[in-house]
Nanobody, 130 residues
Framework: QVQLVESGGGLVQPGGSLRLSCTAS????????IGWVRQAPGKERAGVSC????????YYADSVKGRFTISRDNAKNTVWLQMNSLKPEDTAVYYC???????????????????????WGQGTQVTVSS
């Protein structure tokens, strides 16, 4: 069983930045592709970004390209989502999710749908508002 824990959410003004983290206490995250999925009020979950387990290949949704960066720190068993130039439409609960068994990096590069993830964290709220 993979238990994921997110942190780093909060309230930020438009144009501001936040860094979300995803970690697991009893599982090595570097074995699995990890993604970030968000759910805004009244909307379905949507994939934001994901990173492969093998070569660091990444995927970004068009809505966040150039603003968000996903990365891994294997020594800390952590996956980060750096979010810059935040907009009100980025307001959502952000979930960390893991893909098991790990898919090929070539498949990670085209994105992972929320339905394809196998393990989820509890979510962290991000609110972008002035």
């Amino acid at each position: 069983q993979v238990q994921l824990v997110e942190s780093g959410g909060g309230l930020v003004q438009p144009g501001g930045s936040l860094r979300l983290s995803c970690t697991a206490s009893e599982f090595r995250l570097d074995y699995l592709p990890i993604g970030w999925v968000r759910q805004a009020p009244g909307k379905e979950r949507a994939g934001v970004s994901c990173i492969s387990s093998s070569d660091g290949s990444t995927y970004y949704a068009d809505s966040v390209k150039g603003r968000f960066t996903i990365s891994r720190d294997n020594a800390k068993n952590t996956v980060w989502l750096q979010m810059n130039s935040l907009k009100p439409e980025d307001t959502a609960v952000y979930y960390c999710a893991a893909d098991m068994p790990p898919r090929l990096s070539s498949l990670v590069r085209i994105g992972i749908t929320p339905e394809e993830y196998d393990y989820w964290g509890q979510g962290t709220q991000v609110t972008v508002s002035s």
